[in-house]
């Protein structure tokens, strides 16, 4: 029997436009980014889970999760 294993894709690769500025580093009331927040909640969960950026973004935001 195959072990079934969710992995949550975290989408943030859109640029916002609507939104005004860049939501991934949008701040929460809590002092959390909406991203650093979103990884938190799946990581609390024991979900593995991935971040698909665009290539331009990559090692900006691999400070924040290395």
Known sequence: MKDNKAIAVIMAAGSS???GSDKRLAKLSN???LLA???K???AANIEYKIA???KDKYYFLKFFS
Request: glycine share 6%; proline share 7%; no cysteine.
């Open 17 to 19: 436009r609507r939104f």
């Open 41 to 43: 909640n799946i990581a």
């Open 53 to 55: 950026v665009p290539a």
């Open 37 to 39: 927040q979103t990884v």
């Open 31 to 33: 002092g959390e980014t």
